[in-house]
């Protein structure tokens, strides 16, 4: 059974720190997704990383994957208060006749002014 | 704008009712479509596949007879909550994968579901 793991669970920082984000997973998979859900909201995809040492950056935020690590991180450069939502990692498996989402218990980032 | 349309956006029914979740695909034709569900301040659980013109595919612990799902078109999934109970109660989110190979799911805007 596939595991994703995520941590911290809850993040609190202040404005213009930095920060990273875990992401961890059990199997094999060349597919790894962050999104971004705001209170209420449904998800926003952030980024979609699918080979090893991939890198995206949009912003403030910067997604990297290590395959062989089975590893996955976001990270967090001069934090501003916008930022403030739960980030979800996921992991894409090929299950029966599908690829299925798994994805981690997520992150709840708090910036504080 | 919004590839996945999902209705209604809030129900509030009392116990034994049931309830109905459309999930429109507003770009593309889906043959696959996702239906998750939310307790609050939990992660997404798939809750089943639907294929359009089969049946769908439940995860292990979700109730078939339960959560029926409908893929009656290829622009269209439902998901229907029957005799709803409090403990069903839930924030439910279908998706729809991406067009191409490797482009991240688009989601719907997600329907909560009260049970008095």
């Known amino acids: 059974e596939l595991k994703v793991e995520q941590n911290p669970l809850f993040l609190s920082m202040q404005e213009g720190k930095n920060y990273t984000i875990y992401c961890n997973y059990s199997t094999t998979s060349d597919r790894l997704y962050w999104y971004r859900q705001d209170p209420g909201k449904s998800l926003e995809s952030l980024f979609v990383?699918?080979?090893?040492?991939a890198v995206k950056q949009e912003g403030r935020l910067m997604a990297s994957l290590d395959t062989k690590a089975r590893l996955s991180t976001l990270h967090i450069t001069a934090a501003v208060h916008d930022l403030s939502a739960t980030y979800f990692c996921a992991v894409d498996i090929f299950g029966g006749s599908n690829y299925k989402l798994t994805f981690g218990k997520g992150t709840l980032l708090t910036v504080n002014p | 704008g919004a590839v996945v349309s999902q209705h209604p956006s809030w129900v509030i029914c009392k116990s034994g009712t049931s309830v109905k979740i459309e999930c429109r695909s507003l770009d593309f034709q889906a043959t696959t479509m996702f239906w998750y569900r939310q307790f609050p301040k939990q992660s997404l659980m798939l809750m089943a596949t639907s294929n359009e013109g089969s049946k769908a595919t439940y995860e292990q612990g979700v109730e078939k007879d339960k959560f029926l799902i409908n893929h009656a078109s290829l622009t269209l999934s439902t998901l229907t909550v029957t005799s709803a109970h409090p403990e069903d109660s839930s924030f439910y989110i279908c998706?729809?994968?991406?067009?191409?190979?490797?482009?991240?799911?688009?989601f719907g805007d997600g329907t909560r579901l009260s049970i008095l």
């Open positions: 990383l699918l080979s090893n040492g």
């Open positions: 998706s729809v994968p991406g067009q191409v190979l490797n482009q991240p799911q688009h």
